[in-house]
């Protein structure tokens, strides 16, 4: 005898008093169908809701300014590692002189993306399993603390140097860092309305533009405050570039207050009560069943018996259930679990598409922070930066970094924010399928014309250029993002975001620790055009694998994943 088949209707009315209560058939509800009518009218009135309020309004800022901050601490070390090697090489001789040898360059800027690639599966899970908001308030400390020990990073007498000590410090500010994609995705995700929750998760990481460009303004800043004393002494700039990383710290610590008041999302707290009231309804049917062997048995229950019910758990019941195998008559009760996380996607049209979001998200990140934590190479690959010999470190710097606004100015801001004003007519999958074919294109170009181009119009490469940082972010950087919030079930929307996230990071750190080491192939930047051919052959796979990824535009986060009651 199975576990299901051993328990009746009238077990279940036993198990959980009846309430005087009618459906719109007239059929009486008991307790949990009652249950599932309210949190069904709860849900139709949460995504239905679009009026602006004051929590929104505060949760928008808190996590709008959360990844302002984390681009920020991300982007600021491609201007903190050229000043590194004013203040700690400028005395070395020949190609070497001002510039950080390649191995600690590297380690430096590969370091928030292991810790994020971490911190994003870590913290995803525990979002999940504690709550979104008590994980996304300690990602936030974490980021906080690690932030202003970097700062303070410097070589001991005898020891790891200040390269070693910063890459240690920036591990644990990723760490903390990545926290922020997956639960700002699934907290905005869950507290939006169906027909502004795209636009609101996009407008939250569109925030990352603005710490794109802040970056290279306080560095701008902070350089012209030293400006004197630099010229002087180059070593002034060691004040500066612990300065810039430092100034990370302010949006967070501004924001912290907010962070811990935050409360989870209602549809969270309905996930997490549906799941207590379902280990409640188990408790008390497993001792049911137990009772009526006990009483089959006249008075002894074997061992076999005991055995039996430990193996026909809720889940293997409910695998039976949903795949719609028939156990028992129409008057026996099928007991009802959420599957697991090994469960849902074990079958492919699931699977498919974490893979699809996993696979793009990765493919979009090679060439991401290929570029992009590497922008001075492509400014001083166009000349706009100067000379890193003749020219004093003041002006290269700051020559540096407004190249770094201009590029991101042009064309990564507007992409932003287009994204933000059309995702909700274009769709996500749309937006990401023409930025992937975009972006190949372009990167065809840029590549295989790199150095026509360049000879011939200097002008017309930065057009293109700024076209390809248009379309990332008018394209899958955007959607990459916003897709993964969307299209899990509640129960690991928040783990699922953090592997397709997770993903990224490696690829970021594939372009950083691999790709980006081939740069000076045949002489300094002369393997770039090649890379840019690389980076289009991973645009072309992003563009493929969006194809398993379902639209979720104009539907319910429940629709989406295919949510059913009666899963539960």
Not at 1 to 21: G, L
Not at 61 to 86: E, H, K, S
Not at 198 to 207: E, L, N, P, T
Not at 237 to 256: A, K, M, N, Q, S
Request: contains cysteine.
């Amino acid at each position: 005898m199975s576990f299901h088949q051993s328990i009746s209707a009238a077990d279940i009315v036993e198990a959980k008093p009846h309430i005087n209560n009618y459906g719109e058939d007239g059929i009486e509800l008991d307790e949990r169908d009652r249950d599932l009518l309210q949190r069904q009218r709860e849900l139709e009135e949460l995504d239905s809701n679009t009026k602006v309020n004051w929590e929104m309004i505060k949760k928008l800022t808190v996590c709008g300014v959360a990844f302002l901050n984390d681009a920020y601490d991300m982007f600021a070390i491609n201007i903190v590692a050229m000043i590194l090697g004013f203040v700690y090489y400028h005395d070395a001789t020949g190609s070497a002189k001002n510039t950080v040898p390649k191995k600690w360059d590297t380690l430096i800027k590969i370091a928030v993306q292991v810790g994020c690639l971490l911190g994003q599966l870590v913290m995803g899970r525990l979002g999940d399993k504690v709550g979104r908001t008590t994980v996304y308030s300690a990602s936030l400390m974490i980021a906080i603390i690690t932030t202003i020990a970097s700062a303070f990073s410097s070589s001991m007498v005898k020891g790891i140097n200040v390269f070693v000590v910063l890459f240690i410090w920036r591990v644990l500010l990723g760490f903390g860092i990545g926290g922020d994609y997956p639960l700002t995705a699934t907290i905005v995700s869950e507290y939006a309305s169906v027909h502004n929750r795209g636009k609101m998760i996009s407008a939250v990481f569109s925030c990352q533009g603005f710490g794109n460009v802040l970056a290279p303004i306080v560095g701008i800043i902070v350089t012209a405050c030293f400006k004197s004393g630099i010229d002087s002494d180059v070593l002034y700039l060691d004040y500066v570039w612990r300065i810039i990383i430092g100034i990370g710290c302010i949006p967070g610590v501004c924001t912290l207050y907010w962070r811990l008041t935050m409360e989870d999302s209602k549809r969270f707290q309905m996930e997490t009560a549906k799941a207590a009231a379902a280990n409640a309804d188990e408790a008390v049917l497993r001792e049911k069943l137990l009772a009526k062997q006990q009483f089959s048995a006249g008075g002894n229950i074997e061992a076999g018996a005991t055995a039996a019910v430990n193996e026909t758990s809720p889940f293997t019941a409910s695998t039976a259930a949903m795949d719609g195998q028939n156990t028992g008559t129409s008057s026996e009760y099928k007991l009802r679990r959420a599957k697991t996380f090994s469960q849902y996607f074990s079958e492919w049209r699931h699977l498919k598409v974490l893979l699809g979001t996993s696979i793009a998200w990765f493919a979009l990140d090679v060439a991401f922070y290929g570029i992009n934590l590497n922008s001075s190479i492509v400014i001083d690959a166009i000349g706009f930066a100067g000379d890193i010999d003749s020219d004093k470190p003041s002006k290269f710097i700051i020559r540096n970094c407004l190249g770094n606004i201009i590029i991101n100015l042009l064309g990564s801001v507007p992409g932003y924010w287009i994204s933000v004003f059309t995702i909700e007519r274009l769709g996500r999958k749309r937006i990401q399928l023409m930025g992937f074919a975009m972006l190949t294109i372009l990167y065809i170009v840029l590549g295989f014309g790199y150095n026509k181009i360049l000879d011939k119009s200097v002008p017309g490469f930065i057009v293109l250029f700024t076209l390809a940082q248009l379309f990332q972010n008018f394209g899958p950087n955007v959607t990459t993002f916003v897709i993964p919030g969307e299209v899990f079930p509640t129960r690991f929307r928040a783990t699922a975001h953090g592997i397709s996230a997770a993903a990224g990071k490696l690829g970021a750190i594939v372009a950083q620790g691999g790709f980006m080491q081939l740069k000076d192939k045949g002489g300094k930047n002369q393997f770039i055009d090649h890379l840019l051919e690389i980076f289009a052959l991973f645009m072309l796979i992003g563009f493929f694998v969006t194809f398993w990824i379902p639209e979720s535009k104009g539907k319910t986060l429940e629709e989406i994943c295919d949510e059913r009651e009666e899963y539960y």
